[in-house]
């Protein structure tokens, strides 16, 4: 597979696949609930929080799984290096980005995002099941790098060497409520570039050239060094990832705000 998209029927088309459901809500309805209520047929569910991110702390709200936990959990999901991996979510790929990132991050080569998701599926015809599949142990290997990453000094200086993009909500980037985190604000320097401009009403991405001018306008554009962070590194994987649909590399800042934030002497802009 080529590009870090799919849609629905050509994933239809797909003969071995690993598909992983990515549901997830920040304090709502439980991922696996929304998986039992229905998935795409051969769908096994992955844990955004459990098998996608190590356990809060000092590194933020979702920091990197450890090598070997991530090993497992993606063997015990079926995840095999030779076999292409596709995931999804019903929330504009915001969670299954994560999936995509990290999965990218540890070194698999064939890594997809359904585009639009489980509603494009639906909107297709196409079937939905609630039968749970037990996956065959897949033989992933973890190797951390594949994907570029930023700490929070490296953060700062690219702040105002090149693009820092802030996928938050506007009113979040200017410090005007923040629901989850201890203080608001943003990181000196960064844009604002909320991830809900990346897609459309119907939550597809916008094409590759939509994108493009997009980033261009934020000051991300070719030769440009550019990285993207949000409150715990989740929307900010769709950042990189719909940065990477406009053909621009991008590394994350994976701690995001909520690691930024637990270092009392770093600054904090508003506004």
């Known amino acids: 597979m080529t590009g870090p998209l799919i849609t629905p029927s050509a994933l239809a088309a797909l003969g071995d696949v690993t598909l992983l459901d990515v549901r997830w809500r920040l304090g709502g309805p439980s991922g ?3 998986y039992r209520e229905g998935h795409l047929p051969g769908a096994v569910f992955c844990d955004l929080d459990r098998a996608l ?3 809060p702390g000092e590194g933020g709200r979702h920091p990197l799984p450890a090598v070997d936990a991530f090993e497992r959990a993606m063997r015990r999901l079926g995840v095999s290096g030779a076999r292409p991996v596709v995931v999804y979510d019903d929330t504009a790929s915001t969670a299954a980005a994560r999936a995509w990132w990290t999965l990218r991050y540890f070194g698999h080569q064939d890594v997809r995002v359904l585009d639009g ?18 996956p065959a142990p897949g033989d992933f290997t973890a190797r951390p790098g594949g994907m570029p990453v930023l700490d929070a000094d490296r953060a700062a200086a690219l702040a105002s ?3 820092l993009l802030d996928a938050r909500a506007a009113e979040r980037y200017r410090g005007e409520v923040e629901p989850i985190d201890p203080v608001a604000g943003h990181i000196p320097g960064a844009v604002s570039a909320p991830t809900t401009e990346n897609v459309t009403p119907g939550g597809t991405f916008l094409a590759p050239g939509e994108l493009r001018e997009r980033f261009a306008a934020l000051g991300a554009r070719e030769g440009v060094d550019a990285g993207a962070y949000c409150g715990s590194g989740v929307t900010a994987a769709h950042q990189v990832l719909a940065m990477e649909v406009a053909g621009l590399p991008a590394a994350l800042y994976v701690g995001s705000w909520s690691h930024w934030v637990t270092d009392p002497s770093r600054p904090v802009a508003t506004g």
């Not at 998701?117 to 599949?133: D, H, N, R, S, T």
């Open 117 to 134: 998701g489980l509603p494009a599926w639906e909107a297709a015809g196409l079937p939905v099941v609630k039968e749970e599949p037990v």
């Open 53 to 55: 991110a190590g356990p």
């Open 161 to 163: 060497s090149g693009v």
């Open 32 to 34: 696996m609930d929304l």
